[in-house]
């Protein structure tokens, strides 16, 4: 038997059985209630730079969220 034949039967049985096995143990480590805080976390990325609500009621007359709360109105009925 050649090489290339004997390599692409192991290829063909034991290591798509390998794949498979990492594949499975990934999925179910993954779904481990002990990886629920790196989920949550995970769940968070694309909320971590957002600015946080000012905390002031906007009615100075040079109030810069005012003037935030003005351009953003227009978007806010999307």
């Known amino acids: 038997m050649e090489t290339y034949s004997l390599l692409r039967e192991f290829a063909d049985s ?7 096995g990492f594949f499975l143990g990934a999925a179910i480590w ?3 209630p002990s990886q629920n805080s ?9 909320f971590r730079n957002d600015i946080p609500p000012s905390k ?3 009615t100075c007359a040079d ?5 935030v709360d003005d351009k953003m109105k227009g978007l806010r009925n999307v």
């Open 63 to 67: 109030c810069a969220s005012k003037a």
């Open 14 to 20: 034991w290591v798509l059985l390998a794949m498979f």
């Open 38 to 46: 790196a989920r949550e976390d995970a769940s968070q990325i694309p």
């Open 30 to 32: 993954a779904f481990l």
């Open 56 to 58: 002031c009621a906007g």
